[in-house]
């Protein structure tokens, strides 16, 4: 199974930061980075709210709504802004996603990207959807069913066997509940001791939509 970096690694991808940051008024090198921490975690956290059967049954009911149309027409959707209802779309799916870690994954993603948290918020909201679009079609494509086979989707198409350090920023990221000490840890691990804005950039993290 192709990983999310090669789903929206061409053409696609282009488009859908060309898109996002024109809808959100955001720079398109700014908008990538937040895009290409952004949408993993958000596929981490799915893959732990599937992990029970509730979770598991709520997501697969979410991804039949969203069966991958919006791919479909991006142009007719950044072409003339983007409807109300999708951005109040996404912002229902982050904070069912999310929970009370959403702010505190913004936050981290905004040290990360040099933006702030609304403009994070922001983009984030425009982004889901299409994410949601991408995730509803594999489902379809490859006849998920249940939640074991759910699960087995969300880990191919994070790279399954992806490193170590990938996997524990991931896990940290999605525990940061903005009370300021583990937002400083995870920022610090994401943004590197010497400055570098590269340290974690290999392999999943490392351009979500392709290397610049």
Excluded: C, W, Y
């Amino acid at each position: 199974m192709a990983g999310i970096l090669d789903l929206l690694g061409g053409d696609l991808g282009k488009a859908v930061i060309s898109g996002v940051a024109g809808s959100t008024g955001q720079d398109a090198g700014k908008t990538s980075s937040v895009l290409a921490m952004a949408l993993p975690v958000l596929m981490k956290a799915m893959q732990r709210n599937a992990s029970t059967p509730e979770g598991a049954e709520g997501l697969m009911g979410a991804l039949k709504k969203h069966d991958g149309g919006i791919l479909d027409n991006l142009g007719g959707l950044f072409g003339g802004g983007v409807d109300d209802n999708v951005i109040q779309d996404g912002g229902k799916i982050l904070g069912h996603v999310l929970g009370n870690k959403q702010q505190g994954v913004e936050q981290v993603i905004g040290q990360r990207a040099g933006m702030d948290t609304g403009s994070v918020a922001n983009i984030l909201k425009v982004a889901t959807p299409i994410l949601m679009g991408v995730l509803g079609k594999q489902t379809r494509q490859s006849n998920v069913s249940n939640s074991g086979d759910l699960g087995g989707m969300l880990d191919g198409l994070l790279g399954g066997n992806s490193a170590k350090e990938e996997q524990n920023f991931l896990e940290k990221i999605l525990d940061a509940d903005g009370d300021g000490s583990i937002i400083d840890d995870v920022a610090g691990m994401v943004l590197g001791g010497g400055g570098s804005q590269q340290k974690s950039g290999g392999g999943l993290l490392g351009g979500i939509f392709g290397k610049k």
